[in-house]
């Protein structure tokens, strides 16, 4: 056994996706493992089949708790794995839990880490992602860089450039191919929107939509937005908990529906006039596709999509998001780039570093 490739929540399919499929090509001996963060079919099997994954060979099926439990129960279950496959090297992507649970037990077992998505910063440690990534960096041995301020806050922290591999985006390896799959425009009709002339919402982290208050501001914001623009809100399970908890009424304007497979998800966000996220993943892609998109945060780890890209980050006023969402409206939009590497190839690359490194 050489690989143990780590799923655990939605945008990790993304990542490894691309990586996965080069592994197979170039005949690397590795195996899937699902910590089974995300559980629902919608966030997790629907989009694995999207992506066209093979069903993974460990299934740990950790489901929610807290993050302390979480991580706990995924690494007592993978410490199991790892001892019985005996992985060479353990490759984890991103900045959710399940990254860092596996990382921590591969470390303490002396088994070489390679993380997809290292180096990018928020520099908030109130964000658990934060937390994860600066841990998850500072034990890995490959580190996987998707824009330039990643190799800047590496170096800062002092890790060596020999490990460093400016690869770029294997998320955008994944959006690429599935819009290539993309022929029909029926779904937009299905959501009752039209090209171009809505407004996609996605929003879930625990700082904008946990309690009262703030969900209370989320459903004034869309509710104003759906005053210009018909809103489409596909809704993470954390946030669906939280509307219904507080009985918030959204305008009719504002057209809900459950957390969508990867699929319809990019055909929705690639006719998206405009998109109001606090997802990290959307940012880059809305810069992909050139779509403009109001980030309902105050840092953001990929300062690349605001430098060159289309992302405006608007912090969490409601004044002010509403200000930069009626500068759009009327036609002050940014004309952006699209990064450099993000061109398809970065599981390419990701899996060529692998085989070199797994060959030394
Ligand atoms: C997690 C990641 C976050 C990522 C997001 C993408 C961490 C710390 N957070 O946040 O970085 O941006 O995934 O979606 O790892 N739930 C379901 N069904 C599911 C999954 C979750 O109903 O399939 C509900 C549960 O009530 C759970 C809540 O959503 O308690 C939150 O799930 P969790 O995985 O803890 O965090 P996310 O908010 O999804």
């Known amino acids: 056994m050489s690989v143990l490739i780590i799923v655990g929540a939605r945008p990790n399919f993304m990542k490894c996706a691309p990586v996965l499929e080069q592994m197979v090509i170039k005949k690397i001996d590795f195996k899937l493992v699902h910590t089974g963060q995300h559980y629902d079919k919608n966030m997790s099997d629907d989009i694995l089949l999207d992506l066209g994954m093979p069903a993974p060979d460990f299934q740990m099926g950790i489901g929610s708790g807290s993050h302390a439990q979480q991580t706990a129960s995924i690494m007592k279950d993978f410490e199991k794995i790892c001892d019985k496959t005996k992985p060479k090297l353990v490759v984890v992507a991103g900045d959710v ?23 990018l910063r928020s520099f908030d440690n109130s964000m658990p992602e934060e937390i994860n990534r600066i841990l998850v960096d500072r034990i890995s041995n490959i580190l996987f860089v998707t824009e330039k301020s990643g190799i800047v806050n590496l170096i800062n922290e002092g890790q060596s450039m020999d490990k460093i591999h400016f690869v770029g985006n294997s998320m ?25 002339k809505y407004c996609l919402v996605t929003l879930h982290r625990p700082s904008n939509v946990d309690g009262e208050k703030n969900i209370k501001k989320v459903v004034n914001i869309l509710n104003e937005i759906s ?86 980050l608007a ?21 952006g780039k699209i990064p450099p590497k993000w061109d398809g190839k970065s599981g390419m690359r990701i899996a060529s570093i692998i085989d070199e490194y797994l060959k030394r």
């Open 97 to 119: 839990n399940s990254t860092l649970a596996c990382a921590l037990v591969a470390s303490k077992k002396n088994i070489h880490i390679a993380h997809i998505e290292s180096g």
């Open 172 to 196: 955008i390896d994944s959006l690429i191919k599935v819009s290539k799959k993309i022929k029909k425009n029926t779904i937009l009709s299905s959501f009752s929107v039209e090209k171009k």
């Open 227 to 312: 005053r210009k623009l018909p809103v489409l809100f596909p809704i993470h399970p954390r946030t669906k908990k939280q509307l219904s908890f507080y009985n918030m009424t959204l305008s009719k304007r504002v057209k809900i529906c459950d957390a969508l497979s990867y699929k319809i998800f990019v055909n929705v966000l690639a006719n998206a006039k405009v998109v109001f996220t606090d997802s990290g993943g959307i940012q880059e892609e809305t810069t992909f596709f050139n779509i403009p998109c109001i980030t309902f945060r105050e840092n953001t780890e990929r300062p690349i999509t605001v430098e060159i890209g289309t992302n405006f």
């Open 315 to 335: 912090g969490t006023e409601e004044n002010k998001i509403l200000k930069i969402f009626n500068q759009i409206m009327d036609g002050n939009e940014k004309l």
